[in-house]
DNA sequence: CGTCTTTGACCTGCGC
DNA sequence: GCGCAGGTCAAAGACG
């Protein structure tokens, strides 16, 4: 910002006082820091004429201010509007010399000077009126110039203050996209956001947006007698090689972060042949930030070196890289910020089963009674791969023992097997949008404290992301459809129900044609503010949180589907979570399910997207998806 | 015998 | 610094 832009009245004064030279400023301080500023010089000069001129008119002030103002009008004339300058001057250099003449015949009187005859006196007076009379005609214009200079600088103050409300702006925007780009890092090498079924690429290793893809070493561990030694103890100087990474990572980047929904494809076999899986990735535009980036490289290699860990023959050098890192530091140094680690995906369902039959293989490796709820919480981890770090959490509700909180975390690091696909999908998807987080405008959930990564919630607003936890969790809640209650929850019935998907925006998402207010266990109204979304919910028994301490009254609002559309539209996240949604039903066509019984579905589904600049990927999961 | 589960101990982060 | 709680480890036992 110039100097100009940024000068208030008192900046100006005293940054023209600073500029002023030395000469200057010794012997008129008074004067020179209103002669400095030109929006005061009418005012002060006001002053000063109508207090000096009558009281003490005398020539050796007027001529000293006169050559004060000169010299001050030199060193000012950046900001003394020559026209005013000039003008004065004419008039400061005209007056004290009519006032000089006009005082120094006084004395004469008095020393016995010749006597004023009737004719010179009146001489006198009459010069002395058009003096007065000049006087007071320079006042007013000066008034003028003052009042003009006044307005000059409202207008200024107001340019100011607009430049000045920019610049903040431009601040806080900088800030926001560097917050983004941090959050944005682990994504932008890892596009298997949530627990997807991506599997790492060769061209750029990735690392879990909520842990860096670990090939879990205690999970070998636990097959493998042969020890992985001291890399496996927890190290803070790892946590801090990685923190120091992220920051590298974000100090390099000039490039604008870009945050799009990206549809890639996993491979059954070693050459990539994917199930479409709706991911968001961030990435630079710098082509490097897509791939490998070898500073990164270069330290997980480095460190990798001091793990000592052993590489898993049948992984990738990607994943074998990350074997060598133990799994708890990943977790917890790489994604030092809390919006990026960790982010969770809680599955809500109504079952009698232990656990949640989401298509994986999962081992258990802890139970742990938490507090507040008598059930004990067991931890999984997948073995479909042997360094999958994808784990997950299993509890019991404890208002409702029916009710099965399933929680993910993590990204597979290997195609999934065929019924795992619709879950892993739509939770990546959820977990997805929650990473993205970009219409957070609330840092509070109702009930549940500072959440890192809300959005926006209103008073009746639902939180479906859980801020409960440290973690930022977007919690998928099937338990209120009648037909899941009690049922075995596998994929494909994931993938027939009628959608209840609620977003990190708050807004609940079905499938346009089963979106009906009565039948479906939400209702969700999107409400475009402030770029946000609310949810009101319609069914209380489908608001509790994980915590299940937040009570939320039960609202209808039917709004029109104007609004909804207008809220989906406005956010490209949402639209991309709501593709992979539908995306997810429409797969599930092959397996005759609820769009193969309804033929007509998806077409209608995709003309409807298609209005909002949609795209389906592909149904079949062998066959490659088109980028939404 | 290999794999999985159980479970007490340990580690870490956080609040006071 | 201490205690608490969540999360993980790893030895021991169970099971096929």
Redesign the pocket.
Known sequence: MSLGMGLSTGESRRLSTTDMGNGERSGSQGIGLSMALPFEISGDMTNRLDCESPRNSRASDSATVASQFISLSSNHRETSPPRVTQQFLENENRQPMNLRNKTSDQPTVVDGSPPLTPKRSSQIESDLHNQLKRTRNEMERMMDENQQMRKMLTLMTAEYNALHQHLLTAVAQQQQQQEAMKSMVPQSTTPNTGIGNGQAQHASPQRSFTEPSSNSV?SE???SPTPTGTG?S?SPKK?KVLSNLSLKMEDSSDGKIIVQPVSTLTSMDAAGDRSPVNRFQAYKEEPQFQGASPDRDHEFASEAQDSGSQEEPSVGPEQSEQNRWP??KR??SVLQDTSVRNARVSVRTRTDAPTMNDGCQW??????L???NPCP?A?YRC?VAPGCPV?K?VQRCAEDRSILITTYEGTHSHPLPQGAVSMASTTSAAAGMLMSGSTSSSDRVEGLGPVENSFSLGAHAMPMISAS??FPTITLDLTNNPAASPMHLDAANLSRLPYSFPTANGLQLQPPSIMNPVQSPYYGVAKPTTGAFQMYPTNPLSLQSQGGSVQRPAHFFHDSVTAATAAITADPNFTAALATAITSILSSQTNGSLMGSNPNLGEALKGALAGHGLQIAAAKKDTASQPL
């Open positions: 205690a561990r636990s097959r496996l927890r946590s799994p708890n977790v917890k081992r258990k490796y802890g139970q742990k938490a507090k507040g919480r931890y073995t784990r959490q936890a440290p």
